[in-house]
């Protein structure tokens, strides 16, 4: 208990989050929604650890069928109580823990970074295919992407967490996508924050040029890959 003290104390010690979203930090009732998410972090992490095992298990399944892998890392991360409160209210939405299980499906995030565009394809299907994990919603930046080049295959899912005494459907945001999409996107949020004006647009179209640059990258090794694979077939 008194770390969950301690960690909503620093939730409210930012006064410009108070300031920006006009609410009192001395209220009571701010005091328990900031407990109640911290408590469901548990869930959430829960949910990432389940498709991050989902996953492993199919590319392991795949090592063994492909003798190759499918997937080159995975990485999860679960939404801080401030980072779901901030964006529940900048959309308009209720502070509570209902609305943010309602209304945000990437509190818990899975990041599936795969050789070639074809893999992404594939393991996204092989997971979608098991009968107790649900699509929510899919949208393919790869095949339309946005404008400033960002490509990746978002898939938010619902799946079932084992609790002790109860099973909870928990909503949670996968992100699909390569070796090569992944590094143009960790760049693109290095540098798209760190300059304005005249700059930023300089920039803006320096990024979309290299993630033109990229996408065609990954088309010529996954053709050059697909060529030496089935010579060694």
């Not at 392991?60 to 892998?69: A, Q």
């Not at 992404?120 to 790869?142: F, G, H, N, P, R």
């Not at 999409?181 to 979309?208: I, P, S």
Request: charged share 35%; glycine share 2%.
């Amino acid at each position: 208990m008194q770390v969950e003290h301690s960690r909503a104390r620093d939730f409210f010690e930012r006064r410009e989050f108070f300031d920006e979203y006009k609410i009192d930090s001395d209220h009571e009732n701010m005091m328990k929604t900031i407990h109640s998410f911290i408590k469901i972090e548990n869930i959430y992490a829960s949910a990432a650890r389940n498709i991050t095992t989902r996953l492993e298990n199919l590319n392991d399944e795949m090592k063994v069928s492909k003798n190759r892998n499918l997937i080159h890392e995975i990485k999860t991360r679960v939404k801080k109580p401030r980072s779901i409160a901030e964006k529940l209210l900048r959309k308009g939405y209720k502070l509570s823990i209902e609305s943010a299980r309602e209304n945000l499906n990437d509190i818990a995030g899975v990041r599936v970074i795969c050789p070639f565009v074809d893999d992404v394809y594939a393991i996204a299907e092989l997971l979608l295919s098991q009968d107790d994990l649900y699509m929510v919603q899919k949208t393919d930046y790869i095949q339309n992407p946005k404008p400033n080049g960002y490509r990746s295959l978002h898939i938010d899912v619902e799946i079932p967490v084992f609790l002790s005494q109860q099973k909870e459907w928990v909503k949670a945001e996968i992100q699909f996508r390569t070796i090569a999409m992944d590094y143009w996107a960790t760049l693109e949020h290095d540098l798209g924050y760190k300059f304005n004006g005249e700059k930023k647009e300089e920039v803006t179209r320096e990024l979309k040029e290299c993630s033109d640059l990229i996408a065609q990258a990954d088309l010529r090794m996954e053709k050059l890959h697909k060529v030496l694979y089935e010579e060694n077939e």
